[in-house]
């Protein structure tokens, strides 16, 4: 009975996954919610597995995945150089605290007008807008770990004649990189927001104007399946991140920790 | 000299936007003064309460109740192992979907491009990141607190009551913060998408008639907003949050 149970218990998540997807056809089936708003879980499915076999679709997805992955590389190559320099002078810190509070809550949605008359719609303006979401919560994140740096193993390195260059590289990066694996963690999703909302709102090729466009055309089933294939690439690009941030940090306290717990 | 600093570069940033903005000509970069004129003339006040006010409402009212659903679904998912085996799926799958993907359905669901899909759309995604800081924030703590507490024979219902969510609270305002920028984000996004009135509305709207100046002072007015609503937060969670940091002040190292 106990080795029952616990079989039962190391299956809860798959069961739940289930019973989800079965309410899901059910609502639909039974006309709570009209089929043609929301189409069952599986013509959802089945039509997700057609996109799935069509070449239109993998290219779409790869386009998305380029305007993450340019988007972030760009607010990573920006964010963590700033983002020391202002961490690590008081001075350059405090002249940039304004317009950094400023800047960064300001929703970037706010400048896909502006895009549209600047940069135009293509990837530019894409790669522009992911990058500008992401930069922000990266180059809070530097700035915090640089001055989260302990100043006794700075002061060890200046004692042992170490340079500033070989302190910011020996000392100053390894004890930030935590903070920057975690800060690329929350830029990562906010890229892939943003490289969405730009591909949606702009029609840039991509997930987003594949589905802009089958709104236009009312294909309720196809809306639904993109929506479907766009979560899977949100977990994966989470999954992805979540992995390469365990494996930058293998090294850790943080991260043998979570092993021993 | 440092607090001349804090004051000088946001100073200097401004005036080369006037400088750049009067020597360039550029009917797309309207002159900052320009800019602030027309601001002044759409947003204080005349159409305020047109297009704010419905703006605030959806952030608040979206903000509001996704909130709420997060802490009463994280409380009894923080507490019980078996409740988060069985959720965490949902709660992984949904909070790694770009909100934007879910515009369209909102409005087949919702059967409406009016505040009831608006609020909807806004609370459904605010709801992730106070569910998840608040199943953090319970299973964060000592569990010595609540042995003592077990030990002292105080009830169940007491004990989450006075201590489960009081050690919880400053990992839920964590939360709630991410959430209300999230709020804003959502409200542009779906505004933007699909509405007759809100910020995002004249946003969409002057940018379709080439109304520049409209434009940049609708950005400069979501900005402002943006700002304004995380420094009300931040003045409530400074507030709210003061007997934790006292608290925490008075632990020895």
């Not at chain 1, 089936?29 to 959802?44: C, H, K, N, S, V």
């Not at chain 1, 993109?226 to 992805?240: Q, S």
């Not at chain 2, 219902?157 to 050690?167: G, T, Y």
């Given at each position: 009975m106990r080795r029952f149970l616990s079989i039962l218990d190391a299956l809860i998540p798959v069961l739940s996954i289930v019973a989800a997807l079965a309410l899901w056809e059910f609502v639909s089936r039974a006309g709570i919610i009209d089929e043609r708003d929301l189409p069952a879980m599986t013509t959802t499915v089945r039509e997700l597995w057609h996109l799935l076999q069509t070449g239109a679709f993998w290219h779409q997805l790869l386009l998305t995945v380029r305007g993450w992955a340019l988007g972030l590389a760009v607010a990573t190559v920006l964010a963590v150089p700033i983002g020391i320099v202002l961490g690590s002078s008081d001075l350059a810190g405090r002249a940039f605290r304004v317009p950094i509070e400023f800047l960064r809550p300001i929703p970037s949605a706010a400048l896909i007008p502006?895009?549209?008359?600047?940069?135009?719609?293509?990837?530019?303006?894409?790669?522009?807008?992911?990058?500008?979401?992401?930069?922000?919560?990266?180059?809070?994140?530097?700035?915090?770990?640089?001055?989260?740096?302990?100043?006794?193993?700075?002061?060890?390195?200046?004692?042992?004649?170490?340079?500033?260059?070989?302190?910011?590289?020996?000392?100053?990066?390894p004890s930030t990189v935590p903070y920057i694996a975690t800060g690329l963690r929350i830029s990562s999703t906010v890229a892939l927001i943003l490289a969405f909302t730009a591909e949606l709102f702009m029609g840039i090729p991509g997930l987003g104007q594949a589905m802009n466009v089958a709104g236009a055309f009312g294909l309720t089933d196809t809306i639904y399946a993109l929506a479907l294939a766009t979560g899977f690439l949100g977990v994966a690009i989470h999954v992805f991140t979540t992995a390469v941030e365990k494996r930058a940090l293998r090294w850790h306290p943080s991260q043998r920790q979570e092993v021993a717990l | 000299m440092k607090i001349g600093a804090e004051i000088a570069v946001p100073v200097a940033i401004l005036l080369a936007w006037q400088l750049w903005t009067a020597s360039a000509h550029q009917p797309r970069f309207p002159?900052?003064?320009?800019?602030?004129?027309?601001?002044?003339?759409?947003?204080?006040?005349?159409?305020?309460?047109?297009?704010?006010?419905?703006?605030?409402?959806?952030?608040?009212?979206?903000?509001?109740?996704?909130?709420?659903?997060?802490?009463?679904?994280?409380?009894?998912?923080?507490?019980?192992?078996?409740?988060?085996?069985?959720?965490?799926?949902?709660?992984?799958?949904?909070?790694?979907?770009?909100?934007?993907?879910?515009?369209?359905?909102?409005?087949?669901?919702?059967?409406?491009?009016?505040?009831?899909?608006?609020?909807?759309?806004?609370?459904?995604?605010?709801?992730?990141?106070?569910?998840?800081?608040?199943?953090?924030?319970?299973?964060?703590?000592?569990?010595?607190?609540?042995?003592?507490?077990?030990?002292?024979?105080?009830p169940r219902r007491e004990r989450i009551r006075r201590i489960v969510l009081p050690a919880a609270f400053p990992q839920i305002m964590a939360g709630l913060r991410v959430s209300l920028a999230l709020a804003v984000i959502m409200m542009v996004l779906t505004e933007y998408f699909s509405s007759t009135n809100g910020v995002g509305y004249v946003l969409l709207i002057s940018k379709n008639t080439f109304q520049l100046v409209p434009m940049w002072a609708a950005i400069v007015l979501i900005g402002v907003l943006g700002y304004l609503i995380n420094f009300v937060f931040l003045l409530v969670e400074r507030r709210v949050l003061a007997w934790h940091r006292g608290w925490r002040a008075a632990l020895p190292d």
């Amino acid at each position: 009975m106990r080795r029952f149970l616990s079989i039962l218990d190391a299956l809860i998540p798959v069961l739940s996954i289930v019973a989800a997807l079965a309410l899901w056809e059910f609502v639909s089936r039974a006309g709570i919610i009209d089929e043609r708003d929301l189409p069952a879980m599986t013509t959802t499915v089945r039509e997700l597995w057609h996109l799935l076999q069509t070449g239109a679709f993998w290219h779409q997805l790869l386009l998305t995945v380029r305007g993450w992955a340019l988007g972030l590389a760009v607010a990573t190559v920006l964010a963590v150089p700033i983002g020391i320099v202002l961490g690590s002078s008081d001075l350059a810190g405090r002249a940039f605290r304004v317009p950094i509070e400023f800047l960064r809550p300001i929703p970037s949605a706010a400048l896909i007008p502006l895009l549209f008359l600047t940069l135009g719609t293509n990837l530019k303006s894409e790669v522009f807008l992911a990058a500008f979401g992401a930069f922000w919560p990266l180059l809070v994140q530097t700035m915090y770990g640089v001055r989260d740096v302990d100043p006794v193993a700075l002061d060890t390195a200046r004692s042992f004649r170490l340079g500033p260059l070989e302190r910011l590289y020996r000392v100053t990066l390894p004890s930030t990189v935590p903070y920057i694996a975690t800060g690329l963690r929350i830029s990562s999703t906010v890229a892939l927001i943003l490289a969405f909302t730009a591909e949606l709102f702009m029609g840039i090729p991509g997930l987003g104007q594949a589905m802009n466009v089958a709104g236009a055309f009312g294909l309720t089933d196809t809306i639904y399946a993109l929506a479907l294939a766009t979560g899977f690439l949100g977990v994966a690009i989470h999954v992805f991140t979540t992995a390469v941030e365990k494996r930058a940090l293998r090294w850790h306290p943080s991260q043998r920790q979570e092993v021993a717990l | 000299m440092k607090i001349g600093a804090e004051i000088a570069v946001p100073v200097a940033i401004l005036l080369a936007w006037q400088l750049w903005t009067a020597s360039a000509h550029q009917p797309r970069f309207p002159r900052l003064s320009t800019i602030l004129v027309q601001f002044r003339e759409l947003w204080l006040f005349s159409q305020f309460g047109e297009h704010v006010v419905p703006s605030l409402v959806r952030i608040l009212a979206g903000f509001a109740i996704g909130s709420l659903i997060g802490v009463a679904l994280g409380i009894p998912l923080g507490l019980s192992t078996r409740g988060r085996r069985a959720a965490m799926p949902h709660i992984e799958y949904w909070r790694a979907m770009p909100p934007p993907a879910l515009l369209p359905i909102s409005v087949l669901l919702a059967h409406s491009i009016g505040d009831r899909q608006k609020i909807a759309f806004i609370a459904f995604f605010c709801i992730f990141p106070v569910l998840l800081n608040t199943i953090a924030g319970i299973r964060g703590i000592d569990p010595t607190l609540v042995d003592t507490a077990r030990s002292y024979g105080i009830p169940r219902r007491e004990r989450i009551r006075r201590i489960v969510l009081p050690a919880a609270f400053p990992q839920i305002m964590a939360g709630l913060r991410v959430s209300l920028a999230l709020a804003v984000i959502m409200m542009v996004l779906t505004e933007y998408f699909s509405s007759t009135n809100g910020v995002g509305y004249v946003l969409l709207i002057s940018k379709n008639t080439f109304q520049l100046v409209p434009m940049w002072a609708a950005i400069v007015l979501i900005g402002v907003l943006g700002y304004l609503i995380n420094f009300v937060f931040l003045l409530v969670e400074r507030r709210v949050l003061a007997w934790h940091r006292g608290w925490r002040a008075a632990l020895p190292d």
